[in-house]
């Protein structure tokens, strides 16, 4: 033990929580506990806390859960959840939109299409939150978050607040390289004026588009591998196509029949069984096809 748990109680009371059950904290329903759960209820306690336990242990940022698989066995580390506090959003000047980083992606979409602010219609297709979207440069339908980023404030696992703006970021496809030690707070985005009426139907158009490929409504985590794009014209859902039986499972672990890219929990499937499905079908596309995958899904371990 790295930190006094004691002193750490009397310090934070109920917004420190220990032994704390992540199940159902994720959308594959999958997880054991963490060691130290803090639930932040704004920047100055989020602040306290980084200092107080001085970066002596792992600490993981808990979004929305949409893309995260979380071991069975206890966290030995600290998993942060900020609170609605950090749920904000709003319009800072005529087309420029400031959110927390937990607000959900389509609650961002929304929100620009009640603003007539176009440029925002992709993110109504994305399951996550700010944060999650802008650390993994997120995107569907040929847009991607770097598209309409200005900039995100956030802080460091030590405490330090830094503001980063998007032309210094290198992003790439799936992935924005940003250093592992920083929790994002908040983020400015740009729009462009736009009739509603054509934001509305375009939205409704990627929403029926996404319906039709993906499954909704079960215990995914939504696309398990990015793209290879570095080495393969194929998509992965069609290198797993022709790379593995579709049937396979592992436990309660198995492929989505609408979309052979999510994983699916059909009911009580263990870490270890999504672990195993994730890692057959990588061994068996590396073996068939010569591609390495890699997961887009973050694996908690």
Known sequence: MIVNLKELSTEFGQSLKFDYDLKKKNWFNIGGKAKIYFKAENLKDLIKFLKKIKNKEKIFVLGGGSNTLITDNVYDGVVIKLSKNFNNISILSGDIIIAGSIVSDKSLSDFALNNSLGGFEFLSCIPGTVGGGIKMNAGCFDREFKDILISIQAITKSGELLTIHANDIKFKYRDSGLSEDLIFLSASFKGFKKDKVVIQKEMEALKQKKDKSQPTRIKTSGSTFKNPIDQSD???????????????????????????????????????????????????????TGVKLETEIKILE
Do not use: R
Request: proline share 2%; hydrophobic share 40%; aromatic share 10%.
């Open 234 to 288: 194929k998509k992965v859902w069609q290198l797993i196509k022709d790379s593995v039986p579709l049937d396979i499972s592992f436990g309660d672990a198995s492929i989505s029949e609408k979309h052979c890219n999510f994983f699916v929990n059909k009911g009580n499937a263990k870490f270890k069984d999504m672990k195993n499905l994730i890692e057959y079908v990588s061994k068996n596309v590396l073996e068939k």
